[in-house]
């Protein structure tokens, strides 16, 4: 068990890479200290623990700087194995493939999703749609396999690639909204579509996911200012 003051968190609210830590610290029942950057600014304190990226989030453990959300997932899972649910799969086979979807996440998927609000003109943001709603064909189908037709796809809890693709659940929630689309379609991805619900309620979540209305509000800011998607 962190002692306090032990583990802190650099991070931002509206932030999914924020997110991926503070699950990973809430499933493990960690006590830690969120320490709050203020929008369109940097602090000391970030740019001293990140000075390579410059970005959050970063964990302090010990005052020793770990960065770049995922890293950070897999580190505290590491750091303190016999504190709450294992995040990381086991089986070395199922550790790679968590990895290899949750690349895939980063990379491909969201980076099309954040592409919608971005696009310029009808065609463009046809086919930013249609990468996004490929990409959860594809993730349907990784669910089905990976969960064995447990809950999640970590199996009975939260794992690695629920906290890697669920961070993002807040900004489909607002991309839906804003662009009058339905990406979570049960008709079209049932398994996920109900993967998201179980995901959204845990315990471990409902305390860190933005409310949708506070998220779309925070999109237009950003939009505004930088005609950005969400910082990382």
């Not at 689309?181 to 991805?189: E, G, I, M, N, S």
Request: hydrophobic share 45%; net charge neutral.
């Amino acid at each position: 068990m962190a002692k306090g003051g032990e583990v802190k968190l650099i991070g931002g609210w509206p932030s999914p890479f924020v997110m991926r830590p503070r699950i990973a610290l809430n499933l493990k029942g960690l006590e830690y200290e969120f320490l709050e950057e203020k929008f369109g600014a940097k602090s000391e304190l970030l740019l001293r623990s990140n000075p390579v990226h410059k970005k959050i989030p970063v964990l302090l453990h010990a005052d020793r700087p770990v960065c770049e959300s995922l890293v950070i997932v897999q580190y505290i899972d590491e750091a303190w194995p016999s504190s709450g649910p294992s995040i990381l799969p086991s089986d070395p086979y199922d550790r790679a493939t968590a990895r290899f979807w949750a690349a895939y996440i980063d990379e491909k998927w969201f980076p099309s999703m954040s592409g919608i609000a971005r696009a310029q003109g009808e065609e463009a943001k046809k086919a930013a749609i249609d990468l996004v709603v490929e990409g959860l064909s594809l993730l349907e189908d990784a669910f089905g396999k990976i969960s064995k037709g447990k809950p999640f796809f970590g199996g009975d809890t939260i794992g690695f690639l629920d906290i890697a693709l669920g961070c993002f659940l807040g900004w489909v929630r607002v991309t839906e909204r804003t662009q009058g689309l339905k990406l979570l379609d049960q008709a079209k991805v049932p398994g996920l579509a109900k993967w998201a619900e179980r995901f959204c309620a845990d315990s471990a979540v409902k305390g860190v996911m933005p409310e949708t209305e506070k998220l779309a509000e925070f999109a237009k800011l950003i939009m505004a200012k930088f005609g950005a998607p969400p910082p990382q």
